[in-house]
């Protein structure tokens, strides 16, 4: 599957993340928002009217949010261009259909991620299998998409991932599990093939640590100081997760994810 179907394209998108998600008052957003309802910066283009200011204004969870394509896929694919705008009962059913669809291509993600590393050759049918099943559902009617059970999907694939964790940690010594971590202090430290499924790492000082080869699939990073850390050759993690972080030009991500434009100002 094309990487780039599972990137957001705003252009192709009737701005429903700016409609269909709730968000509540917090050092991310500053204000809150029912699910269904339109941000009120939401301009009629589909375009955010404070899109280069939003940190400024006390929206750094917009800056930080990936959707990995589902919005386009939902506008363009699933609904074939049809505008939320000109049907209501068209417009709750798509808001609907939104978060379930952003589940299947956070899953492909993974699935893509893992097919393609050396370390999973043994599993490769078994990816590529799953990944076929969960493109095929991406493609499904509005409908058969709200009768999925998303919840058996993801755990099935769950734990073919964590065989893929296994295989590419397989060879580092002293592999821990570390899940607890808001406000750890970790400058330097060796955290070399940790499994961070899950972990909060939120304002957790990193800095210069070795963080190579782990596994951050679900990990929140949110406000994690990654300044000078070492990330390379680690799993599932995503663009969201260091968008959310702090880090310089000195962090070592793996060569699939960018350097955020905050990290460079």
């Not at 599993?123 to 009617?141: F, G, Y």
Request: proline share 3%; glycine share 8%.
């Amino acid at each position: 599957m094309e990487k780039n179907l599972l990137e957001s394209d705003c252009e192709k998108c009737f701005g429903l993340c700016c409609v269909a998600l709730p968000f509540g008052k917090s050092a991310d957003f500053a204000m809150e928002k029912e699910g269904g309802t339109p941000c009120h910066h939401l301009q009629s283009n589909y375009s955010c009217s404070i899109h280069k200011e939003l940190r400024n204004n006390g929206f750094k969870g917009c800056t930080v949010f990936e959707c990995f394509g589902a919005g386009q896929k939902v506008s363009q694919i699933t609904y074939r261009g049809q505008d939320w705008r000109e049907d209501p009962t068209v417009a709750k059913e798509m808001f609907a259909v939104f978060p379930i669809m952003q589940q299947l291509h956070e899953m492909l993600l993974y699935l893509d991620e893992a097919r393609n590393h050396g370390a999973t050759k043994s599993i490769h049918k078994d990816l590529q299998k799953a990944l076929d099943e969960t493109e095929l559902m991406s493609n499904l009617s509005p409908k058969s998409l709200l009768d999925l059970d998303i919840h058996i999907h993801r755990t099935r694939i769950n734990e073919l991932l964590l065989q893929v964790s296994g295989l590419v940690r397989d060879k580092v010594k002293n592999k821990n599990s570390k899940k607890d971590l808001i406000g750890a202090k970790l400058r330097g430290a060796n955290l070399k093939g940790t499994d961070f499924r899950g972990a909060w790492l939120i304002a957790a000082d990193l800095r210069e640590a070795d963080m190579s080869m782990c596994d951050f699939i679900g990990a929140d990073l949110r406000d994690a100081d990654l300044r000078g850390a070492n990330l390379t050759g680690s799993i599932f993690l995503t663009q969201v997760q260091v968008n959310s972080a702090i880090g310089d030009i000195h962090t070592k991500l793996p060569d699939s994810l960018k350097l955020p434009p905050h990290w460079l100002e």
